[in-house]
């Protein structure tokens, strides 16, 4: 194809793919709707298949090589519309991944390597393997380095690749990336999707998008060129680990497994290295720093009956050390003794040693049982509490409900847990189990509290995180109605100081993962009542946010546990509710097929119930999810039948107090439409009316919505050759915006208003609005809307 061929097809691609997401928010709803005007002109231009054509956005393959060839064919015959395509094509590239080299280098230079122990001895082989690997002139060009450590659970794969990285990381000016990639199990691991989301957010990108595909090709983008380590802890296979791979020749790939890589070895010249046990001299040496000064006088030949007895693994080394260490009363010799009993199979009296799993002669199972003696009564049911489930991280939230203390209570034993080195301290009150040890902990729990007991700590946990989850998304998003008993029994929130909903998203956020694995262990328990409301709960998170893997793995589990509760006496309008905001995360990678589905889907059981609010929204949903894909038409009637089904919602039905604010939206999604269509007087009377319906809410209670509504009749003007009084609205959107704190809205009213500026003659007033918007963005930390902003003020000043 021909180079003009090749940017439009790839900036349709960007647009129709964003377009569904909702990546480059306002900017690339606009740039669509620009595509759907050019697409539009092409089918009537003289010389173009003549017949009215209904229009949709491109999604297949097919529909965008179609609708490129339609606008390069009119451009070569119209140098007015290839002037046109060409200013599109420009603004399109700003929503591709490659819009990312403008991003500030200091953004795309993770440090995310955790500590090094300061227990660390032997593995020096290890480095000076690694350093003539990278120092070889003879290796293939083109790819980065890759070094796969593999060894038994315990043996230090993970300390080895970070005392390494450390050591190495001068020569990678770049930055490194490191993810556990949780691959003990099939269970437990994380999918590519997960780990790539977590690389791209350390790299500075604003909007990731939901899909794997493009994650793994803006990955690459991101790396492309760049001298960078990354360390890919505790993988599963090869599937896991080749998504991840960086594409640059400068790089470092350091990954570990309990697993040999065949894959990674054959198709991508792995090299491959085995970890062994310490040597006894290392054993002891290591041993001895773990312990401390204080302990230094042991005899050696007890030392070292005690390294032997470790059998040369670090993580039982390190967790007989820490015990002696933290413990003055546990002698050098009753360590080597309960090491040697439990070795033996016998205690000192010559009893057999009867063990639930046990692991006889296992070296790390052998050291964590004498750890385990040592622990007072609470504290060892603590620690069985916290192995009832994989959770990612264990903090105080889930620790204490788990063990059902109080969380100061919680807090001193998860301390005591980190100093006898059953738990690793990874952030401020975060911590996590090694998975040999969690193994162990769950073995004791299954047979010292059973299976009853084990069950109601995690209904204990999820409860917690179900009322933590819902009082943060009713700070997040304040004025949307809430299903759930949960949201009833919680206090009406108090007015909102500045910045509470973005501290609110951002406790949400942290606890993500540990949300996500809640949800599988109550669906795995089937406490179904408690998956969806935590799936309502976690709403505002994944709107605001994304994290659509997530998303749709959650849902899906929430769908089918609102269907079960619903079929015994459970709450029957939670199925639709869970249906709709699945369906959002399908709009969120593209499958829009399955959205519209899910949609469907929802206004059936919604109207089945009898749920007018609940079916009013999902209507709404449909009509959004239409209203992407250009079947305006559709869209429009979709919203006009909300409107009508709520205005059959009664004072005291469900919902009910929402129904002026919801009746406002739907206005404002129609005025949208029509706006859209360019039938601007209609368009205007819709938007007026959703002015009016938002300002005479009660309390002023969704100002942020005036402000929308502002821009929209702003773009409006704008759109049918009015600045002057586009520049009115938008002054409106620019001043409501900035009382409300939406740093990325009144961004982008500022950049409209800077065209409103522009095309009435005011340059310089332009050119300060483009400073101002460049500066939110910045502040938001969105660098491709700084850099777009900045552009377009170099291009004003030229």
């Known amino acids: 194809m021909e180079p003009l061929m090749d940017l439009v097809f790839s900036a349709v691609g960007t647009v129709a793919s964003g377009a569904l997401s909702g990546a480059g928010g306002e900017m690339g709803r606009r740039i669509s709707e620009r595509l759907h005007g050019l697409l539009g002109r092409a089918g009537t231009e003289p010389g173009a298949p003549s017949g009215q054509q209904v229009l949709v956005l491109p999604v297949t393959e097919h529909e965008r090589r179609a609708a490129a060839l339609r606008l390069v064919e009119l451009a070569r015959t119209s140098p007015e519309f290839a002037d046109e395509l060409r200013e599109w094509v420009r603004e399109a590239s700003w929503l591709a991944p490659g819009a990312a080299r403008a991003l500030a280098p200091s953004a795309a230079r993770p440090q995310m390597l955790p500590p090094a122990t300061a227990a660390f001895t032997d593995r020096e082989d290890v480095l000076a393997w690694l350093k003539g690997l990278l120092d070889d002139t003879d290796r293939a060009p083109g790819a980065p380095v890759v070094a796969a450590l593999t060894g038994p659970g315990g043996i230090g794969k993970t300390a080895?690749?970070?005392?390494?990285?450390?050591?190495?990381?001068?020569?990678?000016?770049?930055?490194?990336?490191?993810?556990?990639?949780?691959?003990?199990?099939?269970?437990?691991?994380?999918?590519?999707?997960?780990?790539?989301?977590?690389?791209?957010?350390?790299?500075?990108?604003?909007?990731?998008?939901?899909?794997?595909?493009?994650?793994?090709?803006?990955?690459?983008?991101?790396?492309?060129?760049?001298?960078?380590?990354?360390?890919?802890?505790?993988?599963?296979?090869?599937?896991?680990?080749?998504?991840?791979?960086?594409?640059?020749?400068?790089?470092?790939?350091?990954?570990?497994?309990?697993?040999?890589?065949?894959?990674?070895?054959?198709?991508?010249?792995?090299?491959?290295?085995?970890?062994?046990?310490?040597?006894?001299?290392?054993?002891?040496?290591?041993?001895?720093?773990?312990?401390?000064?204080?302990?230094?006088?042991?005899?050696?030949?007890?030392?070292?009956?005690?390294a032997e007895g470790t059998g040369g693994i670090p993580l039982a080394v390190c967790t007989t050390g820490a015990g002696l260490?933290?413990?003055?009363?546990?002698?050098?010799?009753?360590?080597?003794?309960?090491l040697s009993d439990r070795i033996h199979g016998t205690r000192q009296t010559g009893a057999p040693v009867e063990e639930p799993g046990s692991g006889a002669g296992d070296p790390v199972r052998l050291a964590h049982d004498v750890s385990y003696g040592e622990l007072t009564p609470e504290c060892a049911a603590f620690y069985r509490a916290l192995a009832v489930w994989a959770w990612p991280t264990v903090n105080v939230l889930?620790?204490?409900?788990?063990?059902?203390?109080?969380?100061?209570?919680?807090?001193?034993?998860?301390?005591?847990?980190?100093?006898?080195?059953?738990?690793?301290?990874?952030?401020?009150?975060?911590?996590?189990?090694?998975?040999?040890?969690?193994?162990?902990?769950?073995e004791l729990a299954v047979a010292e509290d059973g299976e009853r007991r084990m069950r109601e700590a995690v209904r204990r946990v999820a409860v917690a995180y179900l009322r933590f989850a819902a009082a943060a998304d009713l700070r997040v998003i304040r004025h949307r109605w809430h299903l759930g008993p949960v949201y009833d029994r919680l206090p009406a929130p108090a007015a909102p100081e500045p910045g509470d909903s973005a501290r609110a998203l951002a406790q949400l956020r942290a606890e993500r993962e540990n949300l996500a694995a809640v949800i599988h262990a109550a669906d795995h328990h089937g406490f179904d009542d408690l998956v969806w409301q935590l799936c309502e709960a976690m709403w505002s998170l994944h709107l605001r946010l994304g994290f659509h893997a997530q998303w749709i793995e959650t849902h899906l589990r929430g769908v089918e546990a609102a269907r079960r509760s619903a079929e015994e006496f459970g709450d029957r309008r939670a199925v639709g509710r869970m249906l709709v905001q699945l369906a959002f995360a399908y709009m969120g990678v593209g499958e829009a097929d399955k959205a519209e589905e899910a949609l469907e889907a929802a206004v059936t059981a919604d109207e089945a119930c009898g749920h007018r609010r609940g079916q009013?929204?999902?209507?709404?949903?449909?009509?959004?999810?239409?209203?992407?894909?250009?079947?305006?038409?559709?869209?429009?009637?979709?919203?006009?039948?909300?409107?009508?089904?709520?205005?059959?919602?009664?004072?005291?039905?469900?919902?009910?107090?929402?129904?002026?604010?919801?009746?406002?939206?739907?206005?404002?999604?129609?005025?949208?439409?029509?706006?859209?269509?360019?039938?601007?007087?209609?368009?205007?009377?819709?938007?007026?009316?959703?002015?009016?319906?938002?300002?005479?809410?009660?309390?002023?209670?969704?100002?942020?919505?005036?402000?929308?509504?502002?821009?929209?009749?702003?773009?409006?003007?704008?759109?049918?050759?009015?600045?002057?009084?586009?520049?009115?609205?938008?002054?409106?959107?620019?001043?409501?915006?900035?009382?409300?704190?939406?740093?990325?809205?009144?961004?982008?009213?500022?950049?409209?208003?800077?065209?409103?500026?522009?095309?009435?003659?005011?340059?310089?007033?332009?050119?300060?609005?483009?400073?101002?918007?460049?500066?939110?963005?910045?502040?938001?930390?969105?660098?491709?809307g700084a850099a777009r902003a900045r552009e377009r003020l170099a291009a004003l000043a030229a």
């Open 398 to 442: 889930c620790a204490a409900p788990a063990a059902d203390v109080e969380e100061a209570q919680a807090r001193e034993m998860l301390e005591e847990l980190a100093r006898v080195h059953l738990l690793e301290e990874v952030a401020e009150e975060r911590y996590r189990f090694h998975d040999l040890v969690r193994a162990h902990a769950r």
């Open 616 to 784: 009013a929204t999902a209507l709404e949903a449909l009509g959004l999810l239409r209203l992407k894909l250009w079947r305006h038409d559709e869209a429009r009637q979709g919203f006009e039948e909300a409107q009508r089904i709520l205005g059959g919602v009664r004072e005291g039905d469900d919902g009910w107090r929402d129904v002026p604010r919801a009746t406002a939206l739907l206005a404002h999604h129609i005025g949208r439409v029509l706006a859209g269509e360019g039938r601007f007087p209609a368009a205007f009377e819709r938007l007026n009316d959703a002015l009016v319906r938002f300002r005479t809410l009660p309390d002023g209670a969704d100002v942020y919505n005036e402000g929308r509504v502002y821009m929209s009749l702003g773009e409006a003007h704008l759109g049918a050759g009015d600045p002057e009084l586009a520049l009115v609205c938008l002054d409106k959107a620019v001043e409501t915006m900035t009382a409300q704190g939406a740093g990325l809205q009144l961004a982008d009213a500022l950049e409209q208003r800077a065209e409103c500026h522009h095309r009435t003659g005011h340059p310089e007033r332009a050119a300060e609005d483009l400073r101002a918007a460049a500066a939110r963005y910045d502040a938001q930390e969105n660098g491709i």
């Open 160 to 306: 080895t690749v970070v005392r390494c990285a450390h050591e190495l990381r001068e020569r990678f000016e770049d930055g490194v990336l490191f993810v556990d990639l949780a691959g003990a199990s099939a269970g437990t691991a994380l999918t590519p999707s997960e780990a790539l989301v977590r690389f791209l957010e350390s790299l500075g990108v604003d909007t990731i998008p939901g899909d794997e595909s493009r994650q793994r090709d803006l990955f690459r983008e991101r790396t492309a060129g760049r001298r960078m380590i990354v360390v890919l802890d505790n993988a599963l296979n090869d599937a896991q680990v080749l998504p991840l791979l960086p594409a640059s020749p400068g790089s470092l790939v350091l990954v570990t497994s309990r697993h040999r890589l065949g894959r990674l070895v054959a198709e991508q010249g792995a090299h491959p290295f085995t970890l062994r046990p310490l040597s006894t001299a290392d054993s002891v040496l290591l041993l001895r720093r773990v312990a401390g000064r204080a302990r230094a006088a042991a005899p050696e030949e007890v030392v070292r009956a005690v």
């Open 325 to 338: 260490a933290v413990r003055e009363h546990l002698s050098w010799d009753s360590v080597a003794r309960g």
